[in-house]
T-cell receptor, first 108, second 116 residues
Framework: KNEVEQSPQNLTAQEGEFITINCSYS?????LHWLQQHPGGGIVSLFM???GKKKHGRLIATINIQEKHSSLHITASHPRDSAVYIC??????????FGTGTRLQVFP | GAGVSQSPSNKVTEKGKDVELRCDPI?????LYWYRQSLGQGLEFLIY????????KSGLPSDRFSAERTGGSVSTLTIQRTQQEDSAVYLC??????????????FGSGTQLSVL
């Protein structure tokens, strides 16, 4: 069993839909990262959170440390949101363990 | 520069040759990471530098891989006697001080290595 699991693996949506990507982990952590990887390969850090909720534009990330679960939500999705979304955790070290990613495609 | 810079962006080499990949982190960032991503696979940790501390090399897949960071800034990842399974995108990331336990990482655009 992977230490970081994401669901779904693939997700398609129509423009405007509300999207949720889930991440579950089995290790103790102090923070969790959500990353976005565009088709060209570049990776952007979206959020780093250790509790509660963070919001940036149409993106919202939540985490429940007790349940070892985090969600990334995208409101009013747009084709430019199409990317791979990766959850990553540092299990009490400075190394990140990455989920395998969720490939999102948003169609107009 | 404004971001993490990696060079070259693409490298094609023959099996058995040595290659060097370069990473210029954001100025002032003391933590530097190398990761790699094979085709269709997730990201894999390779090595971590933090300031003047000894690097964490626990992710290097074999002794053909080595990395150094000179002057606490630029880092070079060297792969000796490249094999086809070394083909991947090699990504560098940096953060201001301590790393991903409490800080965001900034990624370079990667070096696509193809070993023929």
């Amino acid at each position: 069993k992977n230490e970081v699991e994401q669901s779904p693996q693939n997700l398609t949506a129509q423009e405007g839909e509300f999207i949720t990507i889930n991440c579950s982990y089995s290790v103790g952590i102090s923070a969790l990262h959500w990353l976005q990887q565009h088709p060209g390969g570049g990776i952007v850090s979206l959020f780093m959170l250790s509790s509660g909720k963070k919001k940036h534009g149409r993106l919202i990330a939540t985490i429940n440390i007790q349940e070892k679960h985090s969600s990334l939500h995208i409101t009013a999705s747009h084709p430019r949101d199409s990317a791979v979304y990766i959850c990553a955790v540092p299990p009490n070290t400075d190394k990140l363990i990455f989920g395998t990613g969720t490939r999102l495609q948003v169609f107009p | 520069g404004a971001g993490v810079s990696q060079s070259p962006s693409n490298k094609v080499t023959e099996k058995g040759k040595d290659v060097e990949l370069r990473c210029d982190p954001i100025s002032g960032h003391t933590a530097l990471y190398w990761y790699r991503q094979s085709l269709g696979q997730g990201l894999e940790f390779l090595i971590y530098f933090q300031g003047n501390s000894a690097p964490d090399k626990s992710g290097l897949p074999s002794d053909r891989f080595s990395a150094e960071r000179t002057g606490g800034s630029v880092s070079t990842l060297t792969i000796q006697r490249t094999q086809q399974e070394d083909s991947a995108v090699y990504l560098c990331a940096s953060s201001i001080r301590t790393g991903p336990t409490n800080e965001k990482l900034f990624f370079g655009s990667g070096t696509q290595l193809s070993v023929l």
